[in-house]
């Protein structure tokens, strides 16, 4: 996984609250393997109405938001549903930073297994930035050593889980870490069988 | 030497499942129980990518539910569906992985499966791609969803990364009133906490509300803690649980099933255990509760009116609410028990175990539907038991169709969908926009007022129905 640790790009302002996956992406979408990509379906029935077209009045269908790698939104970003296509969606669309009070959990950590920052920011500085935003869309910058935020004249500081910020800083791949812990895992399970026999399904 | 410190139940699981803890304070769990079903071929393409094998396909179990037909017989017609059926057949063979596949009598929602066969036991750590894998804490276990990178991970060594969640309890103690039950309890927790509430927390439900539900009402409370952003939520087993559990296919028998439940009895939450959280309620204040919408915390009381966004104070709510009620087409101050409905769904991992249907049969019994349904009870065994209780009768008498089992409009990738500005009254868990089919509006309720629903063709107080009944 590609390392991150700053960020300087396009950033949208998507002010809404409790964006969920099935909005992320709708679930009739997640057939299709990942290698077809998924960054067209990225909230697609917020981006197009029913009938396809482009909704001109949706933030990132905006002029302003061409080649939008930073996404702010409100509280509870990535609520819901565990499907990993939510954030194939988004960073095949090309974002790598998602600015919010608040993160789904499951969403948070697939996020992370895709070099994707969540950023959690206090509520009142997110809406700062959605106005700021709003009146001017351009370019932000996400420090993620420093844990800060720049955008024009406002700066705010942002928190990520530490191991989180580890493995983004360092493009981690879990696997590889766990693998190194062969030992371990065997005389864990030797241990496990002595004290869990009826953990073993029956057959 | 100090006494040992007391410990919560989920304290002990995580003691129990830890392999290593890093500095970093990430700890290595072991995984009792991994479940697989359709959308876990990005992880099973991950696995091939690397030249890999499930390193423990004993622990592994596949299930079709995402998107099997409800409707089955014959091929299925969708051929991108078809495909996503038959990828988990092959994933699951080439890895020698037990599949309750399209055909298996034992076939169902995962969450619903697990249980009734018994792998779900207390004391497990149990995943699966599916958020809704917090059902499983109703036993105790330690169950919660993961992604399709996490799930990859878990095919390749049985193991997963986790930092320590805080803990919180809530309480619910006294007496539900008749025509309340698991939901309401549950949609009134939500609300009152809201859909991010017990975001990083390990919840435990307690009270004596609670430990009196049967296990098919602990399954619905706990299914439903990741609708208020819990990691997962649990119940400690007690003699219910072990009732339950004995004589299960995958269950330990005999000398080995007392063995393990003298274990089990070990885990409850000792006395003086310490919460980061609680959160209480009063059973008795609970009354069915509906969803307005497009958030479960966006839930009320029957007997309640839609929220004026005019009268909320802080303008980042009140857009929320304006944009839910556009959504929804409703107006402010509207009655609840005014919105005509156009459809009813009764089924998902939520409400479809063989006490939901006896619930909304209550209801429906010599009734009929002004609506159409689907009834899809949550697994093919809760449907034979169904037919031999002749529940298929009352919901087929009622005018709703009885179909076979799967997650069907919960999600509607098996093309099972309300239509575009239709709206559902719905015994399932999210009621996000288009979660039910593209401009699909969804009403969460329990069993029993989707029943009610269904009779009179408007949101219903159930308990006006129930008179005399119960
Ligand atoms: S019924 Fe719905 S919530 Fe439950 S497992 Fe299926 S899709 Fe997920």
Redesign the interface.
Known sequence: MEPFRTLSAPACGLPVANIDTDQLIPARFMKRSRSEGYGSYLLHDMRFGSDGAVRPDFPLNHPGAAGARILVARRNFGAGSSREAAVYALVDFGIRCVIAPSFGDIFASNAVNNGLLPARVEETDAEALLERLAAEPGEAVVDLDNQRIVAGNLSVAFKVDPVCRLKLLNGWDDIDLTLAQADAIAAFTERDREARPWATPRR | MPLPTPRTLFDKLWD?HA??TRD???T?L?V??HFVHE?S??AF?KLKE?GARVSRP??TFGIADHYVPTRRGGAIADP??R??VDQLRDNTADNEVLLFGLDDPRQGIVHVVGPEQ??T?P??LMVC???H?STHGAFGAWG???????V??VL????L?Q?KPLRMRIRIDGRLVPGVGAKDIALSVIARI???GA??HAVEYAGSAVTGLSMEGRLTLCNLSIEA?A?CGMVAPDETTFRYLDGR?????GD??A??VE?WRRLPTDEDAVFDREVSLSAHDIAPIVTWG??P?DALPIGGQVPDPAHVEDP?KA??IR?ALAYMDLKPGQDLSAIRVDRVFIGSCTNSRIEDLRAAAAVLAGRQAKVPGLVSPGSSLVKRQAEEEGLDRVFREAGLEWVESGCSMC???NGDLVK?GERCASTTN?N????QG??SRTHLMSPAMAAAAAVTGHLTDVRDLLKGRI
Not at chain 2, 144 to 150: D, K, P, R, T
């Open positions: 129990s392999i290593v970093d304070g990430q290595l072991w009792d129980r959308g071929f990005h393409n690397r004993d622990l991108s569906i495909s996503m018994g792998l036991l004391g497990l791609g599916d958020s894998t919660f969803g993961i992604g399709a990178s996490e990859a991970h390749l060594t049985q193991t990364w930092r809201g859909a991010d975001q990083g952003g990691r296919p995958f269950a330990p028998q080995a099933f063995r393990a274990d497009v958030s915390e980042a857009a929320q944009d999600v509607g990738m575009p999210r996000f926009k288009g979660r593209p401009g």
